[in-house]
C-alpha cells in the first residue's frame, strides 16, 4: 500500500489527543459523600473496575478514528501496475494495437467487437494526462492512424477510420515488428491491445531481451479481453463427393455445420443454392459445441461452371454464414494422343471415339511420334502417351508444364518404355520404377482386381458384374509405386495394373499394360469404354483455376494461349471490377486481390473465364480463443495484464495501473468505530444504580 498524500501522515500525532486528555482527566477528582464504607468497598471491586476498562476502551476507539480519517485524507492505494505514482508522472509512451481481423466482426450486446474496442480507444486515451504520446495502430493491414497527445481532436475520426476486414489476425507479429521499429525515450512505455486474443504469443527475442536487460525501461502490456460468441452456427466446411461430374449425374456435398455459441439453436434451416437457384434445404436443432454434417444432393443440369452456395439465417458472426463454391463440369473435353505407331493406338482410338456419345464433346488430336522432341499441349485438357520412347528434355518440360497447369496424363506403359525412357524422365515426372517386363505364353494370363472398390473411377459403374468386366493380362511392365501412388487395379500377383498419383501439380493415371490385344483383352470388355470415360472427366475438370483460397492469398488462374492477348478483369464479391495483367512467361493470372469473402468472377474480353472462392481462414472464428492463463505466461513475468470484459474500462484502468483506491476503506472504518465510540461512551444511570445498590 501507498499514499498519494504521504505529507499528510505527520497527521498522526493528533492521535495523541485522546491519551493526553485521558491522562489529564485522572489529575481531577471528585468528593463524594456517602452514608457508610460499605458501599464504598462494593463500588472498588465492581463499577470502578468496569469504568475503567470502558475508558481505556474508548481512548482506544478515539485514537482509532483519529489514525483512520488521517490515513483517508492521505489517499491510500493498493500497489498497482505501474511502479509508483511519482513514475505514472513521468513521460509516457502509450501504444495501441486495435485487431481489425475478420473475427472482430463478432457482435455482443447490439455492438460488434471492433467498434467496442474502438470505443475503448478514447477511454483509454482519456485516462493518461501530462507528458504522454499516444499512438494507434490497426492490424490489417498494419497501418499507424493516430500519432498525438491525449486531447487531440482528430482521435475520435482517425480511430473510427479503421475498417472492418475480412483478414486473418497476425497480431503478435505486428506488435513485435512495431515495437522494434520504434524509436521510444520515455520512461515509460504501456501497450494496450485490443483484441480477442486467438493465438498465443511466441517467445520472440525481442521480448527475452528485454525481460533480461533490467536497466532498460520495460513495456507494460495491457490485454483486453473480448466477449465470446452467445449466438452463432459455423459452416465449417463444404466438399464434393462426387469426383465424377456430369450433368444428369447426381451432385453430393457433403457439409459440416457447428453450434459455436452458448444458445441451444432449434429448428434452423440449413439451404443450398446452385446457380442462383434453391434446389435443398434441411432444418435441424443444434446444441452448444454440437457439430454436425449434411449430404445435399441435386441435378446440376447443364455443363460448363456451376456456382454454388450454403447458406445459414443470420446470427452474431456473419462471416460463417454462407459457404460459396465452384464446380467445373466439362462441356468439351480436348484429348491429345501420342504412340508409337498408328496400329498401336488403333483400339485406344476406337475405344475413345465410343465415348462421344454427342458431337464435339471429346476433341482427339493423335499423333504419330516415337521419340518426341516437343510436345505441344497448349489447347489440351488430357493428354494420352501409348507406350512413350525416348522423351527429350524438352518434351519432359512440356510435360511438366502441362501438369502444372492442372493438365491430366493417361499413361500406358510397354516395352519401349524400358527401351529409351530415360532416368531424368522418370524421376522429373515421379513415374514408378519400371522392374521387368513380363509376357506369359501359351494360354496362361494374370487376373485383374480391384484394389479400391469405393474408387470415384470404380463407383457405381453402370456394370451387372463388375468381376467380369476385368480383363486378363497376357503381358505388363512390372511397376515399383512410389510414396502416395494408390493403386486402382491390381493383377492377382499383387503387381499394380492401374495406379494414380499426383507429379508437378496435375495428376497422372498410369496404366502397366499396354491397349493391346497382345497385351490385353482390355479393349473389348465393356469396361473400357466407362473407364476411360471417368478417367477423362476426372482429369478434365478443372479443379485448378476453380479450387479456392482464404483471404488475402495469391490465386493462380491458368490461361489458354488462345486467350492470352485479352483484357483481363476480376469482379469481386462486392462487384467492385479491377483490372488484371497476365504473366506472359507463366500463361497465367496471378490474383492478390482477394481481400473478401465470396465468389470472385475472372473474365476475359468481359466474358466469364472461370471463378473462385475466397474463404474466411479458419484461424478466423470466434470461438477460436487463447487461454487468459497462457497468454500471461508467453509474455514477460510481471509485465502483462488482462482486463476483464466485463469491467467497467475506465475505472478499473485507474485502478490497474495507479493501485485501487483505499481512502473509502478507512472512511467506512472511521464511521463504524465512532458508532461503537457513541454507544460505549453513553451514560447509563440505571446500571449506576444497580452498582451502588
Given at each position: 500500500?501507498?499514499?498519494?498524500?504521504?505529507?499528510?501522515?505527520?497527521?498522526?500525532?493528533?492521535?495523541?489527543?485522546?491519551?493526553?486528555?485521558?491522562?489529564?482527566?485522572?489529575?481531577?477528582?471528585?468528593?463524594?459523600?456517602?452514608?457508610?464504607?460499605?458501599?464504598?468497598?462494593?463500588?472498588?471491586?465492581?463499577?470502578?473496575?468496569?469504568?475503567?476498562?470502558?475508558?481505556?476502551?474508548?481512548?482506544?476507539?478515539?485514537?482509532?478514528?483519529?489514525?483512520?480519517?488521517?490515513?483517508?485524507?492521505?489517499?491510500?492505494?493498493?500497489?498497482?501496475?505501474?511502479?509508483?505514482?511519482?513514475?505514472?508522472?513521468?513521460?509516457?509512451?502509450?501504444?495501441?494495437?486495435?485487431?481489425?481481423?475478420?473475427?472482430?466482426?463478432?457482435?455482443?450486446?447490439?455492438?460488434?467487437?471492433?467498434?467496442?474496442?474502438?470505443?475503448?480507444?478514447?477511454?483509454?486515451?482519456?485516462?493518461?494526462?501530462?507528458?504522454?504520446?499516444?499512438?494507434?495502430?490497426?492490424?490489417?493491414?498494419?497501418?499507424?492512424?493516430?500519432?498525438?497527445?491525449?486531447?487531440?481532436?482528430?482521435?475520435?475520426?482517425?480511430?473510427?477510420?479503421?475498417?472492418?476486414?475480412?483478414?486473418?489476425?497476425?497480431?503478435?507479429?505486428?506488435?513485435?515488428?512495431?515495437?522494434?521499429?520504434?524509436?521510444?525515450?520515455?520512461?515509460?512505455?504501456?501497450?494496450?491491445?485490443?483484441?480477442?486474443?486467438?493465438?498465443?504469443?511466441?517467445?520472440?527475442?525481442?521480448?527475452?531481451?528485454?525481460?533480461?536487460?533490467?536497466?532498460?525501461?520495460?513495456?507494460?502490456?495491457?490485454?483486453?479481453?473480448?466477449?465470446?460468441?452467445?449466438?452463432?452456427?459455423?459452416?465449417?466446411?463444404?466438399?464434393?463427393?462426387?469426383?465424377?461430374?456430369?450433368?444428369?449425374?447426381?451432385?453430393?456435398?457433403?457439409?459440416?455445420?457447428?453450434?459455436?455459441?452458448?444458445?441451444?439453436?432449434?429448428?434452423?434451416?440449413?439451404?443450398?443454392?446452385?446457380?442462383?437457384?434453391?434446389?435443398?434445404?434441411?432444418?435441424?436443432?443444434?446444441?452448444?459445441?454440437?457439430?454436425?454434417?449434411?449430404?445435399?444432393?441435386?441435378?446440376?443440369?447443364?455443363?460448363?461452371?456451376?456456382?454454388?452456395?450454403?447458406?445459414?439465417?443470420?446470427?452474431?458472426?456473419?462471416?460463417?454464414?454462407?459457404?460459396?463454391?465452384?464446380?467445373?463440369?466439362?462441356?468439351?473435353?480436348?484429348?491429345?494422343?501420342?504412340?508409337?505407331?498408328?496400329?498401336?493406338?488403333?483400339?485406344?482410338?476406337?475405344?475413345?471415339?465410343?465415348?462421344?456419345?454427342?458431337?464435339?464433346?471429346?476433341m482427339l488430336d493423335s499423333r504419330v511420334d516415337p521419340d518426341p522432341e516437343r510436345l505441344y499441349l497448349d489447347e489440351t485438357d488430357v493428354l494420352i502417351l501409348h507406350n512413350p520412347g525416348n522423351l527429350s528434355d524438352k518434351a519432359v518440360e512440356d510435360i511438366q508444364?502441362?501438369?502444372?497447369?492442372?493438365?491430366?496424363?493417361?499413361?500406358?506403359?510397354?516395352?519401349?518404355?524400358?527401351?529409351?525412357?530415360?532416368?531424368?524422365?522418370?524421376?522429373?515426372?515421379?513415374?514408378?520404377?519400371?522392374?521387368?517386363?513380363?509376357?506369359?505364353?501359351?494360354?496362361?494370363?494374370?487376373?485383374?482386381?480391384?484394389?479400391?472398390?469405393?474408387?470415384?473411377?470404380?463407383?457405381?459403374?453402370?456394370?451387372?458384374?463388375?468381376?467380369?468386366?476385368?480383363?486378363?493380362?497376357?503381358?505388363?511392365?512390372?511397376?515399383?509405386?512410389?510414396?502416395?501412388?494408390?493403386?486402382?487395379?491390381?493383377?492377382?500377383?499383387?503387381?499394380?495394373?492401374?495406379?494414380?498419383?499426383?507429379?508437378?501439380?496435375?495428376?497422372?493415371?498410369?496404366?502397366?499394360?499396354?491397349?493391346?490385344?497382345?497385351?490385353?483383352?482390355?479393349?473389348?470388355?465393356?469396361?473400357?469404354?466407362?473407364?476411360?470415360?471417368?478417367?477423362?472427366?476426372?482429369?478434365?475438370?478443372?479443379?485448378?483455376?476453380?479450387?479456392?483460397?482464404?483471404?488475402?492469398?495469391?490465386?493462380?488462374v491458368s490461361i489458354d494461349q488462345e486467350h492470352m492477348n485479352s483484357q483481363w478483369s476480376l469482379k469481386t464479391p462486392s462487384g467492385k471490377t479491377i483490372l488484371l495483367i497476365p504473366d506472359f512467361n507463366t500463361e497465367s493470372l496471378k490474383i492478390n486481390q482477394t481481400?473478401?469473402?465470396?465468389?470472385?468472377?475472372?473474365?476475359?474480353?468481359?466474358?466469364?473465364?472461370?471463378?473462385?472462392?475466397?474463404?474466411?481462414?479458419?484461424?478466423?472464428?470466434?470461438?477460436?480463443?487463447?487461454?487468459?492463463?497462457?497468454?500471461?505466461?508467453?509474455?514477460?513475468?510481471?509485465?502483462?495484464?488482462?482486463?476483464?470484459?466485463?469491467?467497467?474500462?475506465?475505472?478499473?484502468?485507474?485502478?490497474?495501473?495507479?493501485?485501487?483506491?483505499?481512502?473509502?476503506?478507512?472512511?467506512?472504518?472511521?464511521?463504524?468505530?465512532?458508532?461503537?465510540?457513541?454507544?460505549?461512551?453513553?451514560?447509563?444511570?440505571?446500571?449506576?444504580?444497580?452498582?451502588?445498590?
Amino acid at each position: 500500500m501507498t499514499f498519494l498524500s504521504p505529507t499528510i501522515l505527520w497527521g498522526l500525532a493528533a492521535a495523541s489527543i485522546p491519551i493526553i486528555i485521558h491522562l489529564l482527566s485522572l489529575r481531577h477528582t471528585r468528593d463524594i459523600e456517602f452514608s457508610t464504607l460499605y458501599f464504598i468497598k462494593e463500588l472498588e471491586h465492581k463499577t470502578i473496575r468496569r469504568l475503567k476498562l470502558r475508558q481505556l476502551l474508548l481512548v482506544l476507539i478515539r485514537i482509532l478514528v483519529i489514525v483512520c480519517l488521517i490515513l483517508m485524507v492521505a489517499r491510500p492505494v493498493q500497489k498497482g501496475f505501474v511502479p509508483g505514482w511519482m513514475a505514472a508522472e513521468k513521460e509516457t509512451r502509450v501504444i495501441i494495437f486495435v485487431d481489425n481481423s475478420a473475427s472482430m466482426s463478432l457482435v455482443s450486446n447490439g455492438i460488434s467487437l471492433l467498434e467496442n474496442a474502438k470505443g475503448s480507444v478514447l477511454k483509454i486515451v482519456n485516462s493518461f494526462e501530462g507528458q504522454t504520446t499516444v499512438e494507434v495502430y490497426q492490424t490489417n493491414p498494419v497501418k499507424r492512424v493516430f500519432n498525438g497527445k491525449p486531447g487531440n481532436t482528430s482521435l475520435q475520426y482517425d480511430v473510427e477510420t479503421i475498417p472492418q476486414t475480412y483478414s486473418t489476425d497476425h497480431l503478435w507479429g505486428t506488435v513485435n515488428s512495431v515495437l522494434q521499429s520504434l524509436n521510444v525515450n520515455e520512461p515509460n512505455r504501456e501497450c494496450f491491445i485490443l483484441s480477442d486474443i486467438q493465438s498465443l504469443p511466441e517467445p520472440e527475442s525481442w521480448l527475452t531481451e528485454m525481460s533480461a536487460d533490467t536497466t532498460r525501461p520495460q513495456w507494460r502490456f495491457y490485454c483486453l479481453g473480448q466477449e465470446k460468441p452467445k449466438d452463432n452456427l459455423s459452416i465449417r466446411q463444404v466438399s464434393a463427393v462426387s469426383q465424377i461430374r456430369l450433368p444428369n449425374h447426381l451432385l453430393k456435398l457433403n457439409t459440416k455445420i457447428i453450434n459455436d455459441g452458448t444458445l441451444d439453436k432449434r429448428n434452423h434451416p440449413v439451404e443450398l443454392f446452385l446457380n442462383a437457384e434453391r434446389l435443398g434445404q434441411v432444418v435441424s436443432s443444434f446444441q452448444p459445441a454440437q457439430s454436425k454434417e449434411f449430404m445435399f444432393q441435386a441435378y446440376p443440369g447443364k455443363s460448363g461452371l456451376i456456382k454454388g452456395r450454403i447458406e445459414l439465417l443470420e446470427d452474431d458472426f456473419a462471416f460463417d454464414n454462407a459457404w460459396t463454391f465452384e464446380l467445373s463440369i466439362p462441356e468439351q473435353i480436348s484429348c491429345t494422343l501420342v504412340g508409337q505407331t498408328a496400329e498401336e493406338m488403333y483400339l485406344l482410338e476406337m475405344g475413345l471415339s465410343s465415348i462421344d456419345d454427342r458431337a464435339g464433346f471429346l476433341m482427339l488430336d493423335s499423333r504419330v511420334d516415337p521419340d518426341p522432341e516437343r510436345l505441344y499441349l497448349d489447347e489440351t485438357d488430357v493428354l494420352i502417351l501409348h507406350n512413350p520412347g525416348n522423351l527429350s528434355d524438352k518434351a519432359v518440360e512440356d510435360i511438366q508444364s502441362f501438369l502444372h497447369r492442372g493438365g491430366g496424363v493417361i499413361w500406358f506403359a510397354g516395352d519401349k518404355q524400358t527401351e529409351k525412357l530415360s532416368l531424368h524422365a522418370i524421376t522429373a515426372l515421379k513415374l514408378p520404377e519400371f522392374k521387368d517386363l513380363h509376357k506369359l505364353g501359351g494360354e496362361g494370363y494374370f487376373s485383374v482386381i480391384p484394389a479400391q472398390v469405393d474408387h470415384p473411377i470404380l463407383a457405381e459403374l453402370e456394370l451387372r458384374d463388375l468381376n467380369r468386366e476385368l480383363p486378363q493380362v497376357f503381358s505388363y511392365l512390372e511397376s515399383i509405386p512410389r510414396e502416395n501412388q494408390n493403386e486402382i487395379l491390381v493383377l492377382n500377383n499383387d503387381h499394380p495394373f492401374l495406379l494414380e498419383f499426383s507429379s508437378n501439380g496435375g495428376r497422372i493415371y498410369y496404366f502397366t499394360s499396354l491397349m493391346d490385344l497382345t497385351w490385353n483383352d482390355l479393349p473389348v470388355r465393356g469396361l473400357m469404354v466407362p473407364l476411360l470415360h471417368r478417367i477423362l472427366l476426372l482429369l478434365a475438370t478443372d479443379e485448378f483455376n476453380t479450387k479456392p483460397v482464404f483471404v488475402d492469398e495469391e490465386k493462380i488462374v491458368s490461361i489458354d494461349q488462345e486467350h492470352m492477348n485479352s483484357q483481363w478483369s476480376l469482379k469481386t464479391p462486392s462487384g467492385k471490377t479491377i483490372l488484371l495483367i497476365p504473366d506472359f512467361n507463366t500463361e497465367s493470372l496471378k490474383i492478390n486481390q482477394t481481400s473478401e469473402i465470396g465468389s470472385y468472377d475472372v473474365l476475359s474480353d468481359e466474358y466469364p473465364y472461370t471463378s473462385f472462392s475466397a474463404l474466411l481462414s479458419p484461424l478466423e472464428y470466434p470461438s477460436r480463443r487463447a487461454a487468459k492463463t497462457e497468454v500471461l505466461n508467453n509474455l514477460p513475468s510481471g509485465q502483462a495484464i488482462w482486463i476483464d470484459p466485463t469491467k467497467n474500462l475506465s475505472k478499473e484502468l485507474q485502478n490497474v495501473r495507479y493501485g485501487k483506491s483505499l481512502w473509502r476503506t478507512f472512511l467506512i472504518l472511521a464511521i463504524i468505530l465512532l458508532f461503537l465510540e457513541t454507544i460505549i461512551g453513553k451514560v447509563k444511570p440505571a446500571s449506576m444504580k444497580n452498582g451502588v445498590e
